[in-house]
């Protein structure tokens, strides 16, 4: 299947800084990719729909200004969690779609910590 | 708006017995469905899906699903399980023409005993 690589894995920073996470299709063009968050030992709850060269869609509760989303190319969707807190601590997940029904696919995963 | 419930949060079962992991899912319109996996500290991979046609849907690592519309059920089996398949399972749901916006169950941590 197709392959979407998240970087960083695993990321540590301090309260009040922005942390930026990549989400890249490494073999296939992705018009639209989402992102999830997941707490410890519950499911994926969808943050926002990003669309290449357009703004992105965030669901309700989510903080557009919180959580910045740019899909500048059809490879590359990023989400920088600004003004970082603890409680932004999280597993961000991010999933591709390469084009036909139900062909999403998504990244390993990035782990953020706030101290 | 569609909704999905995974009823066992978690599933204790010895290696190579059977395993079934319910999903159910609520929703207005016709769906597709999919069960995913994910080891620890990494992403989902996709199990199976269902789309159309057969109601008997064979997945990777021997599972397999079955599509009950009239129960609106879509749960998860495997006749004998490994130690390997201990992770968390996860079934989503899909409307149609929603352009693959998923919406997740809560998940279901399969354990299983040697």
């Known amino acids: 299947g197709a392959v979407v690589s998240q970087h960083p894995s695993w990321v540590i920073c301090k309260s009040g800084t922005s942390v930026k996470i990549e989400c890249r299709s490494l073999?296939?063009?992705?018009?639209?990719m989402f992102w999830y968050r997941q707490f410890p030992k519950q499911s994926l709850m969808l943050m926002a729909t990003?669309?290449?060269?357009?703004?992105?869609?965030?669901e309700q509760g989510v903080e557009k200004d919180k959580f910045l989303i740019n899909h500048a190319s059809l490879t590359l969707s990023t989400l920088t969690v600004t003004s970082a807190h603890p409680e932004d601590s999280s597993f961000y997940i991010c999933?591709?779609?390469?084009?036909?029904?139900?062909?999403?696919?998504f990244g390993e995963g990035s782990r953020l910590t706030v101290l | 708006a569609q909704s999905v419930t995974q009823l066992d949060s978690q599933v204790p079962v010895f290696e190579e017995a059977p395993v079934e992991l319910r999903c159910n899912y609520s929703?207005?319109?016709?769906?597709?469905l999919f069960w995913y996996v994910q080891y620890p500290n990494q992403g989902l991979q996709l199990l199976l899906k269902?789309?159309?046609?057969?109601?008997l849907v064979k997945g990777i690592n021997g599972f397999e699903a079955e599509f009950n519309k009239s129960q609106t059920s879509f749960h998860l089996r495997k006749p004998s399980v490994h130690i390997s398949d201990t992770a968390e399972y996860f079934c989503?749901?899909?409307?149609?023409?929603?352009?693959?916006?998923?919406?997740f169950g809560g998940g279901t941590r399969l354990m299983v005993k040697p």
């Open positions: 999933s591709a779609r390469a084009g036909g029904v139900g062909e999403l696919f």
């Open positions: 073999d296939f063009q992705a018009t639209t």
């Open positions: 990003s669309n290449e060269g357009s703004k992105a869609t965030y």
């Open positions: 929703s207005s319109v016709s769906v597709y």
């Open positions: 269902y789309l159309s046609g057969s109601t």
């Open positions: 989503a749901v899909s409307e149609v023409n929603a352009g693959n916006m998923l919406t």
